[in-house]
């Protein structure tokens, strides 16, 4: 499974960005994706998580109620919509994908992008 995410820009505090995902290679396995973020000097820590079958979504307390994240099945895509963005949303942002359930451990994810730099300022 290939993966490759874009979107990511310089913006100002309680704008919006989409980031998108690109999945390449999907199989049977690939079943659950994330959205992550990682700052210098920091673990990469969890955002949300969706399922390709039953779309189910999972936010962490940090974005709940203002990131939303969405598959486009037919696109192979995964979109994370961010509103009202804050310096603390700064950070460089992954897309992962891995077998069974979504959670929010890094280790447990199979196939990562690239990443994309999300930057607000205040």
């Known amino acids: 499974v290939q993966l490759q995410a874009s979107g990511g820009g310089s913006v100002q505090a309680g704008a919006s960005l989409t980031l998108s995902c690109a999945v390449s290679?999907?199989?049977?396995?690939?079943?659950?994706m994330g959205w992550f973020r990682q700052t210098t000097g920091k673990e990469r820590e969890w955002v949300a998580g969706?399922?390709?079958?039953?779309?189910?979504?999972y936010y962490s307390h940090f974005v709940r109620g203002r990131f939303t994240i969405s598959t486009d099945n037919a696109r192979n895509m995964v979109v994370l919509q961010m509103n009202r963005l804050q310096p603390d949303d700064t950070a460089v942002y992954y897309c992962?994908?891995?077998?069974?359930?979504?959670?929010?451990?890094?280790?447990?994810?199979?196939?990562w992008g690239q990443g994309t730099q999300v930057t607000v300022s205040s």
């Open positions: 992962g994908a891995k077998s069974g359930v979504v959670t929010s451990r890094p280790s447990e994810y199979t196939s």
């Open positions: 290679g999907r199989d049977d396995n690939t079943h659950a």
């Open positions: 969706i399922k390709w079958d039953d779309h189910v979504t």
